[in-house]
Every structure is written in structure tokens, then in C-alpha cells.
């Protein structure tokens, strides 16, 4: 049974749905581009220094390497800030849409994270001016030829299916569904904080004593107990009645001399 005292948690649009299975597949596609350019890096590394021994450019060869490195870290955290953020985008945060939107417009920017370690794996050419250092044409030509025949198909494709994944996903954020379901909803009713004090009643007040007037703007004393809410007020200025007797008291002698006018006097 829901509690009515929760917002009102609008259903996940597929919009945002669509939008985390194409996020988690942007970041299996990063991995597997990852694992394809590690398991080429031995081959690369060989094809430079094989082009650059014997030249001015010995040596530089492991700046490929280091390269090819840094590029598989910066994909490993994309694609796992990406999976975080598709687990928090399924839960309605809007600091996390307004994240992918930024972390995705860098990647497109930059046309992949993938896409941008290919190029520079495969390109990577050291131009010194000097006539012994072979050039760009030759360097590419060495690579395609150790590189197995499928690394530059399959990289390829890697690459555009990340781009499209990642360009849908964030036009899939910024539709209408998706801003209805990231907005705030407002609470049906808050519940009280635990210890605030509850609005109290007035004050009672003593009732005043006999013969007394009550102060001004006072509220005028409860009935007693057994009394009859009906009964009329006292008027102002009329002698209060005796008490009866109590039973078995005597009667006072004037009071005997007044009921019994035959009796004789001096008794």
C-alpha cells in the first residue's frame, strides 16, 4: 500500500529507459575498443621503431606506446562515469542528466574517446625535417600491413556505434517525457517534525471567588459538575437564599416564634 504522505513519483518514461541501454552499450563498446587497441600495442610499437632505427627519431617510439596507454585509462573512467550516471538517470536525479549532458558533449567533441586512440595509434608520425626519417605515407603503409586485417574494420565500427549510442542517448535526456519525469515533485502532505510542538490550547483560568468580579475580556467559569447549563444567572443585588438546615439541627428561637404565632410570649 503506498504511504499518501510520499510525492507523487511519476512512471520512468521509455524515453530515460532508452536512454541507460544505450549509455551502458556506449560503455561496453569503450571497453571493447579498449582491449582492441591493448592487443595491437606490441605490434604498433614494433612497426615505429623498425620505420625510426637508425634515424634522428630513434627512441621516440614509446611515445606510442605511453600514448596508447593513457588513451585505454581515459576510456576505462568514461565508461564507467557513464554507467553510474545511467544508474542515477533511471532514478530520476537531474544533476546527473545535466552530468551526462556535459560528459557526452565532450566525448562528441571530441569525436570519441575510441575513435580519437585509433587515430592516434595509427597515425602517430614523427616529422623532423630530417630526410631520414621516413615519412607519414610509409609509416601508414607499415601498419596496415603488420596490423591483422581485421583491426581497422572492426575499430572503425567500434567507433561510429559508440558516437551514435552516446548522440541519441542525450537527445533521448532533453525530450519532453524525460523533463516531466526529472521533475521535482512536490509532497502531497509533510509530516510534522519529530519534537516541534503542536499548536496549544489557551490557558485555563481559575474561576474567580464569590462576590468577586471577573476581570475584563476573562471567559466566564465551566459549570460545575451536576449543575444545569440552563439554570438562569443571579441578578445583580438580590440577597443570596439561605442554606436549608442540616437534619436533626435545631431551630433557631425567632425562627420557631415566627412559625408559631400562638405560642405566648416570653417563651
Known sequence: MADPTSPAVPARPATVNISSY?????????VIGVIIGLSVIGTTSDVYREA?????????????TVTSIVVAVISLLFAAAFVVLAIFNNRG????????????GVSLCCS??????????????????????????????RLEDALPSWYTPVSITVAVLSLLALLVALILLALPPSNEF????????????PGAAYPGYPPATAAPAPGVPPAPGTPPAPPAPGASPYAPPPVSGAPEAAPPPAAGAPESPGEDKKDNPNSPPGQ
Open 112 to 141: 570519441g574517446v575510441s575513435l580519437a586512440g585509433s587515430a592516434l595509434t595509427n597515425s602517430m608520425n614523427f616529422d623532423t625535417g630530417d630526410s631520414d626519417v621516413p615519412d607519414a605515407a610509409e609509416i601508414q603503409r
Open 52 to 64: 625510426y632505427e637508425g634515424t634522428s627519431a630513434e627512441g621516440t617510439e614509446g611515445f606510442v
Open 182 to 193: 526529472f521533475r521535482k515533485p512536490a509532497p502531497l502532505w509533510e509530516p510534522p517534525v
Open 93 to 104: 536525479k537531474n544533476a546527473s542528466r545535466i552530468v551526462t549532458w556535459v560528459l557526452g
Open 22 to 30: 544505450l549509455l551502458y552499450l556506449y560503455a561496453a563498446l569503450g
